[in-house]
């Protein structure tokens, strides 16, 4: 059974920084795709970033280059580096993981329905 657990979530000012992370424990394939998603109060869960297992990236528009993704497998760790952190990026964020698909044969990596493990997910507040 995989796991993942978020970390890192605070409340901080615009324009300030936080790094997200999550610890996959349990098997998942080699072949895999992981990634962040988040959701604000009445709105639907949205894709910010996706990494694979061959290394291919993925990002949402709306990142523009504010936010890195990267991840350490020999720590089985994903991470989500947020930069310039605006009020609109208040929201839950949650980490994701499917196995036996890379970015390349997803539809959508961006698309929560894709994805087969999901964390607990950590809160993000933006607020001056």
């Known amino acids: 059974q995989v796991q993942l657990a978020e970390s890192g979530g605070g409340s901080v000012q615009p324009g300030e920084s936080l790094r997200l992370s999550c610890v996959v424990s349990?098997?998942?394939?080699?072949?895999?795709?992981m990634g962040w998603f988040r959701q604000a109060p009445g709105k639907k869960r949205e894709g910010v970033a996706a990494?694979?297992?061959?290394?291919?990236?993925s990002y949402s528009d709306f990142i523009k280059g504010r936010f890195t993704i990267s991840k350490d497998n020999a720590k089985n760790t994903l991470y989500l580096q947020m930069n310039r952190l605006k009020p609109e990026d208040t929201a839950m964020y949650y980490c994701?993981?499917?196995?036996?698909?890379?970015?390349?044969?997803?539809?959508?990596?961006?698309?929560?329905?894709?994805?087969?493990?999901w964390g607990q997910g950590t809160q993000v507040t933006v607020s001056s």
């Open positions: 994701a993981a499917v196995d036996g698909i890379t970015i390349a044969t997803m539809t959508s990596p961006g698309n929560p329905d894709e994805y087969k493990y």
């Open positions: 349990g098997y998942i394939s080699s072949r895999n795709c």
């Open positions: 990494i694979d297992s061959s290394g291919s990236l």
